[in-house]
């Protein structure tokens, strides 16, 4: 059987693999705007609510990416990621079946374990589809998915949920990842290595071991910082993003599904223009100044911090809205731009371990304390605001943080041998 890729089949598997992140979004992303009816049909705490939506998924879901990402290296590509697609549509469709607390974080916990596929393989493949010349061009094609699914999840999500109910919602979300199966099957598995020229010996090289690249990459104080930096962000946009939809219909009087509008718009939004924004403003920056993407993501977060207490404090939909995009852009911002940092001062055989990190950082910690926290302190002090304001305090830390960086960056800064 032939080896060669043709650009069509390159392009074809493009296609699917975004579509695959969209749908991996769009199951992840509903649950939120599906609170307050679980809650009121349940009857749970707004701490086992956190607990659904943060660590049920996203604990999981970072411990998952270790084996996950072993297995994408050592196995057929195309057949781990259709696994983790049927794991995860068959547990959201057993979300919609629970009947407490229990069972529901069970689900969710499942779903977590499937979609953990979907990175470590897409970028994978995608690698192997594509050359260098273009492979950050197809990369940031395929992470369209997620402002895409992301976007259309929520806002599908509580047009479904209003006239369904939030158990229908979880059926109708598990059906598309089903569809897409035949698709990814007929889909040609790429040799490994093979855009790079590089030989069987050093694809299978698997060097040092996670553990150790670890132990060694972490003595760098330009990574802690940058992780830090990763945690706090994720920490204050996800605060913001997990609970704002049940703040508008709790206390500003939206109903579930203009809530769902207004958050669903905003993700897709800033996961579009924030994130191409933000990357294309540090990349144009960079060629003048090494410095830039620290910079550029020390602003964003600064401008982010004013935006998020606005559209909580100000109750005025003139200003609400524009607020609520404004602070989905800016954060989504820096998202790009912490990768493209830790990049800079990784070696090439040491960016598959970072990364791991980085999704360990800002999922296995970050994403599951927001959820938690913001609904510990909303039952303690039975204000869901005062729960809220985790945010900006959290970006405020990331910002002096990332304000902190640029001297040891630049210390640790890897220019490329033909820069």
């Not at 990763?230 to 703040?247: D, I, N």
């Amino acid at each position: 059987m032939s080896q060669i890729i043709t650009k069509g089949q390159a392009r074809y598997a493009l296609v699917i693999l975004m579509l695959v992140n969209a749908v991996n979004y769009m199951d992840r992303m509903v649950v939120p705007i599906l609170f307050p009816l679980i809650k009121e049909d349940l009857a749970l705490s707004d701490t086992e609510l956190g607990l659904i939506g943060g660590l049920a998924f996203t604990l999981v879901y970072a411990l998952a990416a270790i084996p996950v990402g072993w297995a994408t290296d050592r196995f057929n590509r195309k057949y781990v990621i259709s696994a983790g697609i049927l794991v995860w549509s068959v547990a959201t469709a057993m979300s919609g079946i629970t009947g407490r607390f229990a069972t529901l974080f069970a689900a969710r916990s499942l779903t977590a374990t499937g979609e953990a596929s979907c990175h470590p393989c897409g970028i994978s493949m995608i690698s192997d589809y594509f050359s260098p010349k273009i492979r950050t061009t197809a990369i940031a094609l395929f992470q369209l998915g997620i402002p895409l699914g992301g976007g259309l999840g929520v806002v599908l999500g509580g047009i479904l949920a209003a006239k369904f109910g939030w158990r229908s919602t979880f059926f109708f979300y598990a059906v598309p990842g089903v569809i897409l199966l035949p698709f990814i099957l007929i889909m040609k598995e790429p040799v490994r290595g093979a855009s790079e020229g590089l030989s069987v010996e050093e694809v299978n090289d698997t060097g040092e071991s996670f553990l150790e690249g670890l132990k060694r990459i972490l003595k760098m104080k330009s990574l802690l910082l940058q992780y830090s930096v990763a945690l706090f962000t994720q920490f204050g946009l996800m605060s913001f993003s997990v609970w704002m939809p049940t703040y508008l219909v709790r206390t500003r009087g939206f109903d579930i599904a203009g809530a769902g509008k207004i958050m669903g718009a905003a993700f897709l939004v800033g996961g579009i223009f924030g994130a191409v924004g933000g990357g294309a403003i540090a990349d144009r920056w960079f060629k003048k100044d090494k410095s830039a993407r620290v910079k550029v993501q020390t602003i964003a977060l600064a401008l982010t911090i004013p935006c998020s207490l606005v559209a909580m404090l100000i109750d005025s939909q003139f200003v609400l809205l524009p607020a609520i995009f404004l602070t989905s852009i800016l954060a989504t911002a820096c998202y790009p731009i912490c990768s493209a940092i830790l990049v800079d001062v990784l070696g090439p055989k040491e960016r598959g371990i970072g990364m791991s990190f980085l999704l360990i950082v800002q999922n296995g910690i970050g994403l599951t304390l927001a959820s938690l926290l913001v609904g510990a302190i909303s039952d303690l002090t039975g204000s869901l605001l005062n729960g809220l304001m985790l945010a900006p305090v959290a970006i405020g830390i990331a910002m002096v943080i990332s304000m902190n960086l640029k001297k040891y960056y630049l210390s640790d800064y890897k220019a490329p041998a033909n820069a």
